[in-house]
């Protein structure tokens, strides 16, 4: 990347179960591979749960791809997990997981550091609650408590994204908006919805950048294998440093 940009995907995967009540890692592997990702955030993987047949999906997919899976479980059962992944085949360095504050469902972030070179690179992934108010209070934490930037003085070129079940006019999208960029905004294509996947009506999921990143281009990607592998749509964005 100090020379080329990269594709980072952010994909809310429905515990690999598709439109089509099929559970199916492999698709998701395959909408993956065809979008030709450097760095792939998953929401909503299911790890060891028995309604998925007990399979790591993280670690399934990742190994389908040749990749390695950072793992975050927003919820944990016993051996039973569910939650959020970054997987990727480039060298990474500090890995930060935890809560994020919750009304229902116990929702968390995944901050991996991605290493290109000399330079580096922080990736957050995220999945957002289902209530307004509770959804201001997630995106406030990871936009004030050195989820983004790193912890150390000099700030690191960062992405935000995920599923943040937040339209473009909500309190949450906006607060974001603020500080960082909308890919989906910055590329020369109309932005495009992303859920449902089979007649997408609303742009839920996002990938936010930082100043110092340039999106060259992000496309909501839409095809026979994607409007039936989740119920949502994968976004892809291809970036480099400014």
């Given at each position: 990347m100090p020379d080329r940009?990269?594709?980072l995907l952010t994909y809310n995967v429905h515990s690999c179960i598709g439109n089509d009540r099929k559970l199916d890692p492999g698709r998701i592997?395959?909408?993956i591979a065809e979008a030709e990702a450097d760095i792939v955030a998953?929401?909503?993987?299911?790890v060891l749960r028995r309604r998925t047949g007990g399979v790591d999906q993280a670690h399934a997919i990742a190994s389908l791809l040749k990749m390695q899976a950072h793992f975050h479980p927003a919820l944990s059962i016993a051996e039973e997990q569910y939650g959020d992944a970054i997987i990727t085949a480039l060298p990474t360095g500090a890995v930060k997981a935890g809560p994020l504050p919750s009304i229902g469902e116990a929702r968390g972030a995944?901050?991996?550091?991605?290493?290109?070179g000399d330079r580096k690179l922080l990736v957050v992934n995220t999945h957002l609650g289902l209530r307004g108010r509770e959804r201001i209070r997630q995106m406030t934490t990871l936009l004030n408590s050195g989820w983004l930037r790193g912890p150390s003085d000099q700030p690191v070129p960062s992405i935000l994204c995920g599923d943040f079940n937040a339209i473009p006019s909500s309190a949450t999208y906006r607060l974001a908006a603020r500080s960082l960029t909308d890919a989906q905004l910055a590329g020369s294509e109309a932005p495009r919805a992303t859920f449902p996947s089979r007649y997408p009506l609303m742009r839920?999921?996002?990938?936010f950048v930082t100043e110092d990143l340039?999106?060259?281009r992000a496309i909501?990607?839409?095809s026979r294998l994607t409007r039936v592998a989740s119920d949502h749509l994968p976004l892809l964005a291809?970036?480099?440093f400014a």
């Open positions: 940009s990269i594709k592997a395959s909408v998953l929401q909503e993987v299911d995944l901050s991996v550091e991605i290493l290109l839920l999921d996002h990938i340039v999106v060259q909501v990607l839409q291809e970036i480099s």
